[in-house]
């Protein structure tokens, strides 16, 4: 896996430039800079604060493949769906089967 060009996909993804990066992550943009422009290559410590930028884990960012994002919404949603019983999450399913096929 190119480390260089996941960067930048996850950027063109959100539309993000540097200077967004920077803000999201906390790094400085003389820090975000040196990894685009000189190919500099980050450290584990480095990308792990980048991947808290873009609201992802280091093991999404190296995951190959779809990637499902884990924000606020969906980590409350998992944690409510783990303690419902088997007919509770049959219930919970059938009403979101019905509410996909009303599109």
Known sequence: MD??????NLMEER??????LSKACGLSESTIANIFRRGTMP?????ATV?????????QFFAEGNMVELNPELK????????LTAEQKAAVYTVIKA???KK
């Open 3 to 8: 480390i260089h060009e996941r960067l930048n």
């Open 15 to 20: 539309g993000w430039t540097e200077y967004k």
């Open 43 to 47: 450290s584990i410590a480095t990308l």
């Open 51 to 59: 991947c808290s930028g873009f609201g992802i884990s280091l093991s």
């Open 76 to 83: 409350e949603l998992f944690e409510n769906w783990v303690n």
């Open 99 to 101: 509410f996909n096929s």
